[in-house]
């Protein structure tokens, strides 16, 4: 089995709650976090012993790739430019991708420069939610990312409610 590819069945699973990740890393500016399954991974790879930890590193969309890029890392960002909503959100800044021992991947967004700043909101903004995205899997993460859109949404409401309503003071007129 060659080394172009081997990963992508594993990517192309977690991809819908990746690029929710990307959207979130985007709109709070904080690390966001993945917790991905090992025999997945295990599956995938055609080698005993194989080390799937790696860094990426994607600056409006390409890859900053290095001679320790591993075939894992390529597959990902191979990924991730084939999908045409995580290709839009990663246009918009800089990108940091790790996957750890543990199986845990890290999302930040380093920097999303102000001059992008609308590309990235008008970027966010087409994702579609995770209720949107048809499921092929079932995957305890999808819900979890459920929950913390359904938190986010919240949160957006209640602003909402502080905002005070604007009263229609039009006479009524009755003939």
Do not use: C, H
């Not at 990663?90 to 102000?114: D, E, P, R, T, Y």
């Amino acid at each position: 089995m060659s080394n172009i590819n081997v990963y992508q069945s594993v990517w192309n699973k977690f991809l819908p709650l990746i690029t929710l990740k990307v959207k979130s890393a985007i709109r709070n500016g904080e690390v966001q976090t993945i917790e991905m399954d090992k025999i997945d991974f295990e599956r995938a790879s055609d080698k005993k012993n194989s080390k799937f930890p790696f860094d990426l590193e994607m600056n409006e969309g390409r890859s900053q790739k290095n001679k320790k890029t591993s075939a894992i890392a390529l597959d990902f960002a191979r990924a991730l430019n084939e999908n045409d909503t995580a290709k839009d959100l990663l246009k918009v800044g800089n990108f940091k991708f790790v996957l750890n021992n543990k199986f845990v991947m890290s999302i930040s967004a380093n920097s999303v420069m102000q001059a992008n700043a609308a590309a990235a909101e008008n970027a966010v903004k087409e994702v579609p939610s995770i209720d949107e995205i048809p499921s092929t899997m079932e995957n305890p993460l999808v819900e979890e990312a459920l929950v913390e859109e359904e938190q986010v949404v919240e949160e957006e409401s209640t602003d909402a409610k502080e905002t005070p309503a604007i009263e229609d003071t039009t006479p009524i007129v009755e003939n």
